[in-house]
C-alpha cells in the first residue's frame, strides 16, 4: 500500500470489488451477524467468520504507533486464513454475484482494519449500532479529502509548529507544553468545529488539559497572543480592580465565537479552564454541557423534553492517555453518560496518546492494550488513529461525530502520537525512555513531513509554506513587542452572567422573606397529591398531611418544610432549582420526599413543578449513582452556566465529601480567584456528632475553614472573605434565608452548609411563618432567646451548630443564671461585627468559651480562637473532645461517655 495512498485516506479497490458497498455489504445482514445462512456453503461461512474476526480483532494488528516501538510484535491468529481452513486462491461471493479470492479479500480488509486507522466496535451490544459503524468505517476512509481540506491541514499544523518554535525561542525556561508530535490535533479540532457548525450546534463545551492546549488557543480558539506573552512574561492577568489572582499559563481558557470558512453559521465555543488535575475537569464540561443545553431552552427539564439530549450544544473531552487511564474520575464521569439527569446526548473524546505518562511508558502505566479500552466498558466505540497521518485524523473525527449525531452516545478517538520533548521542553526524557527519544529525535516532525507529501502531490508549494511560517512569525513578533503596552483583560460576567458583579468588601444584609399567604400556597402545593397518584399511606399521613397541618398553625416548620418553601419561593420567582445526591430525591434520612413515587407503577410525581399551570421554572431533582468527584464536578459545571439556577448537591453523610476533595479544592474554593468564574453552587454536608462512628459524623468543618482567605484580624480595612461562605445553621428558618439568599443577591458564593441531621425534626429548630415572611434575613449569630437579664450574665459560651442545644438544656437543667448560650451560624464570612453587637448586651461577661462537640483539632476552634483575639480582644477558653486521629468513635458508650465529658467540662469553665 503506497504511503502517500494512505495519508490521504483513499483506500484503492481492486476492480473486481467496484460493485461492493462495503465489507458489511459482502455478508448478508442477519439480525446475528455470528450465524451463517443455511444455504451457504461451509467454505462460505468460514470467510464470514474471518471478515468478523478482522471486524473485532483488526485493530490489534494496526500500524497505529508513529515510532514503530508498540504493536509491532503483536501477533492475532484470529486473522490467519489458515485458522479457517480457507484457500487464499478460493473465490468466495462477496455479494450476490459478485466475487473475489479469498486472498483479494484478505488484502482488503487488511488495508480497511490493519492499517494507521482501526476501530473498535464488534463489542457494541446493538447490532443496528455495530452495522452502522462497520459500513461507515469503510466508507469514510473512501472519501476523498479535497485540496482545500489538505491545505488548511497543513497550514494548522506548520502554524502550530512555529507557535511552539517561537515560544522556545522567546521563552526558553517556561513550560508551555507544546503540541511538537501531537500537532494533528488540529485536524481533529477544526474538522469537529467546522462539522458543529454545520449541524446546527449552537455550543461546544471543551475540556482539554496541558498537552497542546496554548496551540489551540491561539491558532483556532482567537485567543489573543499577547496576553499570553504577557502571562509567559510574569505580568498581572487581569485588571488591578479585579479580585482574582490568576492561574499557571497551561490552565488559560476562552469563550469565543467563532466563523469558520465552509460553514453555515457561527459556533461558540468555550474552553473550560481546568486544574493540573488533569481529568478533574471532564465532569465540569458535562455538566455545563448539559445546564447550557437547558438555558438555550434544548434540555429536558422535568417536565417537559423539547428535544433529544445532545441538540444545539456538543461537549468535546480531550484527555491524556496516562491520565485517562489512571485518574478515577475518567471512570465516574463516563458512568454518568447515560443516566437521567446527566445525559447530555454524548461527548466526542479524544485522547492525545502520547505513549508515556510523565516518565512512565505505557506498559507501566496500564494493564490494557490500549489507554482507550476504558470506552467500552459504557457501549462505546473507539477510533484509533497513527497521528502521523492528520488526513486520517480527519476522517476519523467524522465518523466519531457522525456517530454521536446518530446514536448520542459517547465515542472516542485515540490518537496515537509521540511527546518530542519530556513532560515539559525542560525535561530531558533520555533518562528513562532512551530508545523512545532516540526514534523521535531521528525524525522529522509531522507538520513537515506532511508539507513535503503535499508537495510532491503538487497541491501545496515550498513558497506557500515558507509565506505561512513567515506572516505567522511577523504576527506573533508583532504581539511580543506589545506585552509592555497592552493592558490586562477580564472576559467575565458576561452573557447570560451580565448585570452580576463581584461580591463587594462589606458584609451585607438582603431581605430574603417572603409574604405568608404565598408560603402557605407553595407549602400546600409542595405536598399536594393529584387524585391518580398512589401515595405510600405513611407518608401521606406523616409528611403531606401534617405539613400541611403546620402551615395552617403558622409554626413547627421542620428542615424539609423549610426547604421546600425556598425552593418553592425561587421556582415561583423564575429560578430553576437542581438538586443532586444519593437518594436526594427522599433524603439521605427520608425527611425530603421532594418526590413522590406512585406505589403501584413507580410512577414518580415532582409536586413542586405543578406548582401553577404557566409555570417556567422546574426543580431538576437528580438521584446519582455512588460518586462524589465526578457528581460534585458535574453540580459545580451547572452552577457556573447560569446565576439563575440554583444548583445544591448533598452528601449523604457529611464526611463522603473527601471523595470530591479534588474538585472543591481546585475549582469550589478557588474558581473565583483563578478564573473569575462565579459559582452559586450549594454543598449539604450532614454533620453530628452522635455515636454513629468516623465515616459518618463529621464533614470535616476545620478543612473548609483552613481554605477560606478569611483573615485573622478581620478589621473592617481588611473586607470581608471573597471565596465561600460556611455556615452551621441551626433553625429551619436559618435554612429557608440562606437558600433564598444564594439567589437574590446579585453575586454568586458557593454555600457550604454544615447541614444537620437530629435537628431536621428537632422541635428546638423548628421555626414559624413570621419568620420567614418579608424583613426577615439570615442572621450569622444567634443570641441567646432564653436570657431575660443580661445584665446578670457573667459568663458566654460559644458554640456553632447542634451542640447549642445540649448547652442550653444542660444550663436550664442546672439553672445557670448567669451564662449565656451564643450560637456562631456563619464561620465565613466571619461576624465579627454581629459579635461585637452581641456582647455588648452581656456589659458584665468576663468568661469566654468556645464549646464544640468535635475534636481539638477538628471543627471550628483553631479558626475563630485567633479572630476572637485579634478581632474582639477576647481570650477564648476551649471545651470539647481532646485530639484524635479520625474524626468520631463508633462505640456507642465512648461516644457518650465523651458527650457527657463535654458538657461537663464547658461548665466547669463557667462555674469557676
Known amino acids: 500500500m503506497n504511503r502517500q495512498a494512505l495519508i490521504r485516506g483513499v483506500l484503492p479497490l481492486r ?20 450465524v451463517a445462512a443455511p444455504t451457504i456453503s461451509p467454505e462460505q461461512a468460514q470467510y464470514s467468520h474471518l471478515v468478523n474476526a478482522y471486524r473485532r480483532y483488526g485493530f490489534r494488528k494496526a500500524k497505529l504507533d508513529p515510532l514503530g516501538l508498540r504493536f509491532a510484535q503483536i501477533r ?98 517556561v513550560k508551555r507544553y507544546g503540541g511538537e508530535g501531537a500537532e494533528s490535533m488540529m485536524a481533529f479540532f477544526h474538522e469537529l468545529l467546522l462539522l458543529s457548525a454545520n449541524a446546527d450546534i449552537q455550543q461546544v463545551v471543551l475540556c482539554m488539559a496541558h498537552r497542546g492546549r496554548l496551540n489551540l488557543l491561539t491558532g483556532l480558539l482567537q485567543f489573543p497572543a499577547v496576553q499570553m506573552f504577557r502571562k509567559m512574561r510574569g505580568k498581572l492577568e487581569f485588571p488591578e480592580d479585579v479580585q482574582g489572582s490568576g492561574d499557571v499559563l497551561s490552565h488559560l481558557t476562552s469563550s469565543v465565537d467563532l466563523e469558520l470558512p465552509g460553514a453555515d453559521r457561527k459556533v461558540h465555543v468555550t474552553m473550560l479552564p481546568n486544574p493540573s488535575h488533569l481529568e478533574a475537569v471532564n465532569p465540569v464540561a458535562v455538566g455545563k454541557s448539559r445546564a447550557r443545553a437547558q438555558s438555550l ?4 427539564y422535568a417536565r417537559h423534553q423539547s428535544s433529544r439530549p445532545g441538540d444545539g450544544v456538543l461537549c468535546v473531552q480531550v484527555h491524556g492517555d496516562a491520565a485517562f487511564t489512571g485518574q478515577g474520575v475518567v471512570w465516574e464521569t463516563l458512568a454518568l453518560s447515560q443516566t437521567p439527569q ?92 532512551p530508545v523512545m527519544y532516540g526514534k523521535i529525535g531521528a525524525r522529522k516532525s509531522v507538520p513537515d513531513t506532511y508539507a513535503e507529501w503535499l508537495v510532491e502531490e503538487g497541491v501545496l508549494t515550498k513558497e506557500k509554506r515558507d509565506e505561512w511560517v513567515s506572516e505567522h512569525t511577523a504576527q506573533l513578533t508583532a504581539d511580543f513587542k506589545r506585552i509592555d503596552s497592552e493592558p490586562p483583560r477580564a472576559l467575565h460576567l458576561e452573557q447570560q452572567w451580565k448585570g452580576f458583579e463581584q461580591a463587594p468588601k462589606s458584609v ?48 413547627g416548620l421542620d428542615w424539609a418544610t423549610a426547604e421546600a418553601l425556598a425552593l418553592g419561593s425561587l421556582l415561583h420567582q423564575g429560578y430553576h432549582v437542581r438538586i443532586s445526591g444519593q437518594d436526594v430525591g427522599r433524603g439521605t ?29 422546574f426543580l431538576e431533582v437528580a438521584n446519582n449513582l455512588l460518586s462524589e468527584e465526578a457528581i460534585l464536578g458535574f453540580e459545580y459545571g451547572v452552577s457556573i452556566e447560569s446565576p ?50 468516623p465515616e459518618h459524623s463529621s464533614c470535616r468543618i476545620e478543612r473548609f475553614l483552613q481554605a477560606t482567605d478569611s483573615r485573622e484580624s478581620q478589621s473592617p480595612a481588611d473586607g470581608v472573605d471573597r471565596n465561600v461562605q460556611i455556615v452551621n445553621p441551626t433553625t429551619s428558618a436559618q435554612y429557608f434565608h440562606l437558600l433564598r439568599r444564594q439567589m437574590v443577591v446579585p453575586y454568586r458564593k458557593p454555600l457550604i452548609v454544615v447541614a444537620p441531621k437530629i435537628l431536621l425534626r428537632h422541635p428546638q429548630a423548628a421555626s414559624t411563618l413570621a419568620q420567614l415572611a418579608p424583613g426577615t434575613h439570615f442572621q450569622p449569630v444567634l443570641d441567646d432567646p432564653a436570657v431575660k437579664a443580661a445584665a446578670s450574665v457573667t459568663k458566654v459560651i460559644f458554640v456553632s451548630g447542634k451542640h447549642a442545644f445540649a448547652l442550653m438544656k444542660e444550663r436550664d437543667e442546672k439553672k445557670f443564671t448567669d451564662v449565656a448560650v451564643v450560637r456562631v451560624e456563619a464561620l465565613c464570612p466571619f461576624p465579627l461585627e454581629e459579635l461585637r453587637n452581641t456582647l455588648m448586651r452581656y456589659p458584665n461577661a468576663k468568661t469566654f468559651v468556645w464549646s464544640q462537640e468535635e475534636p481539638r483539632n477538628a471543627g471550628a476552634w483553631t479558626f475563630v480562637r485567633p479572630r476572637f483575639a485579634n478581632g474582639l480582644g477576647i481570650t477564648l477558653n476551649y471545651a470539647g473532645r481532646p485530639e484524635i486521629a479520625w474524626s468520631a468513635t463508633a462505640i456507642g458508650q465512648v461516644h457518650q461517655a465523651e458527650h457527657e465529658a463535654v458538657i461537663r467540662d464547658t461548665f466547669a469553665l463557667v462555674s469557676k
Open 15 to 34: 476492480r473486481s470489488y467496484h460493485a461492493a458497498k462495503g465489507v458489511y455489504g459482502y455478508l448478508p445482514v442477519a439480525e446475528t451477524p455470528y
Open 76 to 173: 492475532v491468529p484470529e486473522l490467519d486464513v489458515n485458522m479457517y481452513g480457507l484457500n487464499e486462491k478460493s473465490t468466495v461471493m462477496v455479494r450476490d454475484d459478485v466475487e473475489a479470492t479469498v486472498s483479494d479479500m484478505v488484502e482488503f480488509l487488511e488495508t480497511v482494519y490493519c492499517g494507521p486507522i482501526a476501530a473498535e466496535f464488534m463489542h457494541l451490544e446493538s447490532w443496528q449500532e455495530r452495522k452502522w459503524f462497520g459500513e461507515n468505517f469503510e466508507r469514510v476512509q473512501t472519501q476523498k479529502v479535497t485540496n482545500e481540506e489538505k491545505l488548511r491541514i497543513a497550514e494548522l499544523m506548520i502554524k502550530c509548529q512555529n507557535f511552539d518554535n517561537f515560544l522556545a525561542l522567546k521563552f526558553a525556561t
Open 297 to 300: 431552552g434544548l434540555g429536558d
Open 342 to 433: 446527566f445525559r447530555v446526548g454524548g461527548s466526542v473524546h479524544m485522547i492525545t496518546n502520547n505513549q508515556v505518562g510523565f516518565t512512565a511508558e505505557s506498559h507501566i502505566g496500564r494493564s490494557t492494550l490500549h489507554c482507550s479500552d476504558m470506552a467500552k466498558a459504557i457501549d462505546s466505540p473507539v477510533i484509533h488513529v497513527n497521528g502521523d497521518y492528520p488526513e486520517l485524523v480527519l476522517q476519523a473525527t467524522r465518523m466519531a461525530f457522525e456517530y454521536r449525531q446518530q446514536f448520542r452516545k459517547d465515542v472516542f478517538v485515540n490518537l496515537i502520537c509521540f511527546r518530542r520533548w519530556g513532560h515539559n521542553e525542560l525535561d530531558d526524557p533520555s533518562f528513562t525512555q
Open 508 to 555: 451585607q444584609v438582603w431581605d430574603t422573606g417572603v409574604d405568608v399567604p404565598t408560603l402557605k400556597f407553595l407549602g400546600a402545593r409542595s405536598v399536594h397529591v393529584p387524585n391518580e397518584l398512589n401515595v405510600h399511606p405513611h407518608l401521606k399521613k406523616t409528611h403531606c398531611d401534617a405539613r400541611i397541618k403546620k402551615l395552617e398553625d403558622g409554626s
Open 589 to 617: 434520612f427520608s425527611h425530603r420526599h421532594a418526590m413522590l413515587v406512585d406505589q403501584t407503577d413507580d410512577h414518580i410525581h415532582i409536586p413542586l413543578n405543578n406548582i401553577t399551570d404557566d409555570q417556567t421554572a
Open 644 to 693: 439563575r439556577r440554583l444548583c445544591v448537591w448533598e452528601a449523604q453523610f457529611g464526611d463522603f465529601f473527601n471523595g470530591a476533595q479534588i474538585i472543591i479544592d481546585t475549582f469550589i474554593m478557588s474558581g473565583e480567584s483563578k478564573w473569575l468564574t462565579q459559582s452559586g453552587l450549594v454543598m449539604l454536608l450532614p454533620h453530628g456528632f452522635d455515636g454513629a462512628g
